[in-house]
Each structure stands twice: as C-alpha cells, then as structure tokens.
C-alpha cells in the first residue's frame, strides 16, 4: 500500500523559516510528479509548487521567491523549503504525488495524498 507521509510543520514568526518533507513509501514503480498544495480555514485547497520526475518546477505567484520545491529521488523525498513566511502562509500542507505502482502484479497509475502538515505563521 502507497502511504505518504508529511513532516516538518509547526508554529513560526513572520519572516522564519520551516521545511517540510514529504516521505512516499510502498511499491512504488515510478513517481511521475510530486506537489504541495495548502489550505486555510474557509478557503479552497490551493496549488503551491509542483515538481516533475524530470526537475521542472512551478510555483504560485504568492510564493514564488520565498518558498523551493525539491525531490531526492533515490528517498522517493520532496521537500519544500519556505522562507520569509507570512502570517497569510498559514495553512495545512499535502502533499500529493502522481506516481505509479504495483497493485497485485498489475502497474497502476493514480495520485495520492498525504494527511496534511500544519504551518501557523505568527507573532
């Protein structure tokens, strides 16, 4: 079974500094992209930055600047590197990856998502 597992979040003042990991593990084939979306009370989940197998990346015009998006491939690992966090940061952050595996000798193809690390920026 595919599980994804975020870490990393936590309470910091505006201007810090968090990274958060996202830690995929099971039989997995091959991890098309990874991303890390978030969502604050009363709001849509939003796209923060996506990264492909091949390195290319994509951020959301609120972060781009403060916040890098990197994987380890040979961990199966993305990280999100954020910088110079705001108060409007704050949020619960998935990650999500689009990755195929092994389902009873058959190759399968589908996203999953993690449960969701919390990042609270304030004074």
């Known amino acids: 079974q595919v599980q994804l597992a975020e870490s990393g979040g936590g309470l910091v003042q505006p201007g810090g500094s968090l990274r958060l990991s996202c830690a995929i593990s099971?039989?997995?084939?091959?991890?098309?992209?990874m991303g890390w979306y978030r969502q604050a009370p009363g709001k849509q989940r939003e796209l923060v930055a996506t990264?492909?197998?091949?390195?290319?990346?994509n951020y959301a015009d609120s972060v781009k600047d403060r916040f890098t998006i990197s994987r380890d491939s040979a961990k199966n690992t993305a990280y999100l590197q954020m910088n110079s966090l705001k108060p409007e940061d704050t949020a619960t952050y998935y990650c999500?990856?689009?990755?195929?595996?092994?389902?009873?000798?058959?190759?399968?193809?589908?996203?999953?998502w993690g449960q969701g690390t919390q990042v609270t920026v304030s004074s």
């Open positions: 999500k990856a689009d990755l195929f595996y092994m389902d009873s000798d058959v190759v399968r193809r589908r996203d999953y």
């Open positions: 099971g039989r997995i084939l091959r991890i098309s992209a």
């Open positions: 990264v492909t197998s091949g390195g290319s990346t």
